[in-house]
């Protein structure tokens, strides 16, 4: 039950892009998101990084028992979500007159491609990054000898070098445009996985994993405030809904299709397919989405 109302809490995240977006103006979309990504970042690797401290404090207060010393770190998130209450209600939005849901209106924004081809981008994005970070790169780490911590630490690493270029995004998007940042960051995923796929090294894994972090710190936010971009205020909500329910799928489907391929044709050789598929996926889409919402926004 726990897991679930913090599954429908997450969703919080929709609204609260939107309302952080509607303070820049609409070119300025994807430096909003990447600023945004990158504070949630920051508490991401302050969350983990204090939960081991928690632990022992909360063992000291409550002693003995399978549970002990973990409830700390539960009372802790939910007085952070408290202060986070308190620090949104002197916040003010621009109130608008209610509108009726309108299917059509639905039907017509998923199908808009500035919306619907970064979301399917980042659905792919999402695939490389739950496939490789997160499921089989640590099963490569463990197959040449590496230990429990040495796997934490890489994930540790990886989600610093995300949160590093979650702010590289926001500063490079003006600067280089962000088609190019999409371009590099499918570069980048499949240059991890074909070198996951041939390591016969951790300082091979070590760098795959921090490419996979600059690719995601590159792609995520970027693809999220371009499928906002040139939808009109009122429908920013639905747009980023549907944008993260689409690439939610990639979340699910990486473990478990790559684990489907591995059993078939082997866990590295299962890398190797993966990075070509998204290079050639990834760059057919980039150059598809190129100036579409722009026109379709103009029209």
């Known amino acids: 039950v726990g897991r679930a109302v913090t599954g429908l809490a997450a969703g919080t995240w929709v609204p609260l892009v939107v309302a952080f977006s509607s303070l820049f ?42 549970f002990a010393g973990y409830p700390l770190a539960y009372f802790g998130a939910a007085t952070a979500a408290v202060l986070a209450i308190l620090a949104l209600l002197p916040a003010r939005e621009e109130r608008r007159p209610p ?19 970064p979301s399917l981008l980042s659905t792919v994005a999402q695939y490389g990054n739950w496939m490789a970070t997160f499921t089989y790169i640590p099963l490569l780490a463990a197959g040449l000898g590496a230990s429990d911590v040495t796997v934490s630490l890489m994930l540790s690493f990886n989600l610093l070098v995300y949160t590093a270029s979650n702010l590289g995004a926001s500063a490079l998007s003006d600067r280089v445009g962000a088609r190019t940042l999409v371009y590099i ?21 070590w760098a795959a994993q921090m490419a996979i972090g600059i690719s995601q710190g590159f792609a995520y936010p970027v693809l999220m405030g371009l499928s906002i971009r040139y939808v009109d205020d009122a429908q920013r909500s639905s747009a980023m809904g549907l944008h993260q329910s689409v690439y939610a799928i990639g979340m699910f489907a990486g473990p478990w299709l790559g684990g489907v391929l591995a059993d078939g044709i082997g866990l590295r050789p299962m890398f190797g397919v993966t990075a070509g598929a998204i290079l050639v996926v990834g760059l057919l889409g980039s150059t598809l989405m190129d100036g579409r919402g722009q026109r379709e926004a103009a029209a």
């Open 99 to 117: 509108k009726q849901p309108s299917f059509s209106a639905l039907g017509r924004l998923i199908t808009r491609k500035d919306v619907l081809l």
């Open 185 to 205: 960051s499918f570069v980048l995923m499949a240059a991890a996985l074909a070198g996951a796929a041939l390591s016969s090294t951790m300082v091979a894994l």
């Open 25 to 66: 103006p609409p070119e300025d979309a994807v430096k909003a998101s990447s600023l945004l990504t990158f504070i949630g970042s920051v508490g991401r690797v302050l969350a983990t990084g204090v939960t081991g401290t928690l632990n022992q404090w909360g063992q000291r207060i409550w002693g003995g028992g399978p």
